[in-house]
Structure formats: structure tokens, C-alpha cells
């Protein structure tokens, strides 16, 4: 028992080791109903009421969408500290030591992204709006650019409700061409690198918009 508190108390160990202990109070609060699973507005806001931003938009950015962020953020503290255990109670070397950080945020990444796929079709709110309901609908560019690789837009759906979707355009699109505030149309939805694809747009040409 000493020897494995004394590898949760090294370096880089002890980093997730308190994060964890944070992750089972919370999640023993859920059991009790004191709290909620996505206390902290978790989802991507593709197939829920409200708009997507803060942590869960930073999650949906690297993949790890579609959850609650409570449970991205407990699976990416319990992999992270069971790498780093795993390497203190490997290695002694303090250089290897300091080389199992950045292992274990990757390998955390990693293997969160796999691990919360199956998870959305068990996420709340998936028998709602899905993500192709958005397809052939006008959005709003809400980042500086919108280009290949990256951008974010907000788009409406029928009950009123906002998400904040990722988005990307072709190459063909010349650069600046969808900036903050420019509208684009909404034409397919990449399964695999879950954005939808875009082009520009005049919102005005929009069925669904209204006058004024």
C-alpha cells in the first residue's frame, strides 16, 4: 500500500492523482443525486436546446464532442493518471519521469476519443435534432475564419433553439470569404471528422429566414 501511494505522490503522478480524487467525489455526488451528469452543460448542442460553447466547444474541437463534459473530463483524468502511475512505478529516471506528462495527455486524448463514440448513442438528448437536420440550413460564422481546418458557426433550428456546430469549407472557397458574422449554407456532414461543410451564402436567399 506504501508503495502505491508513493507512486501517486511522484511526479507526474501526483498531478492527476488529485484531479482524480476530485472526479470520484463528484461522481459519488451523482450517485447520491446531488448533482447532475452534465452538471457542467455537457453535449455538443447538435441534438440539444442550447448553444455549444466553453469547455464542451473546446472538447467537440478535438473530437471529444457529444458527451457531457463531466464525463470527457473524468475519463481523460483517469487515463492520464493511470499512464503516469503505471511509468513512476516503471521508471526511476527523473528525465523519463518528466517525458511521461506529455505521454500521458496524449495517450488520454487518444484514448478518450475512442472510448466516448460509443457513448454518444447513449448521450441525452440524441433522439432530438441530429446533426443532419442542419444539413441544407444557413449558419453564422462565429470565428475569425472559417477555412479547410478549422471554424465554428451557429446555427437555428425549428423550435428556435441555437448550437455551436464545427464547421469547414473546401479549398475552393478564396480565403476571407467566410469571416465573423458571414452567413453559409450548410451542405454535408463529415461523419469522420465530425464538422459540416460549408459555403457561402446571402441569407437573404434562405426560405426560412424572415423579413426584417
Do not use: H, K
Amino acid at each position: 500500500m506504501s508503495g502505491f501511494l508513493d507512486a501517486c505522490l511522484a511526479f507526474p503522478a501526483v498531478l492527476f492523482s488529485f484531479a482524480l480524487l476530485v472526479v470520484v467525489a463528484y461522481w459519488l455526488i451523482v450517485l447520491v443525486g446531488a448533482a447532475e451528469v452534465d452538471a457542467l452543460d455537457g453535449g455538443e448542442g447538435v441534438t440539444s436546446g442550447g448553444s455549444q460553447g466553453g469547455a464542451a466547444g473546446a472538447f467537440a474541437a478535438f473530437g471529444l464532442g457529444g458527451v457531457p463534459v463531466t464525463v470527457v473530463l473524468s475519463l481523460l483524468t483517469l487515463v492520464a493518471w493511470f499512464v503516469s502511475w503505471c511509468g513512476v512505478v516503471l521508471f526511476e529516471n527523473s528525465l523519463v519521469r518528466v517525458l511521461l506528462l506529455p505521454l500521458a495527455l496524449v495517450t488520454a486524448w487518444a484514448v478518450t476519443r475512442v472510448l466516448v463514440r460509443p457513448l454518444r448513442r447513449l448521450a441525452p438528448g440524441e433522439e432530438g435534432i441530429s446533426r443532419n437536420d442542419f444539413v441544407g440550413r444557413v449558419c453564422v460564422v462565429r470565428t475569425n475564419r472559417v477555412d479547410e481546418n478549422f471554424g465554428q458557426a451557429e446555427v437555428t433550428s425549428d423550435d428556435g433553439s441555437s448550437a455551436l456546430v464545427q464547421v469547414r469549407a473546401d479549398d475552393s472557397v478564396p480565403p476571407g470569404s467566410l469571416t465573423t458574422g458571414s452567413t453559409a449554407l450548410i451542405f454535408d456532414y463529415d461523419a469522420e471528422g465530425e464538422f459540416f461543410r460549408v459555403a457561402p451564402y446571402e441569407a437573404a436567399l434562405d426560405p426560412r429566414s424572415t423579413p426584417g
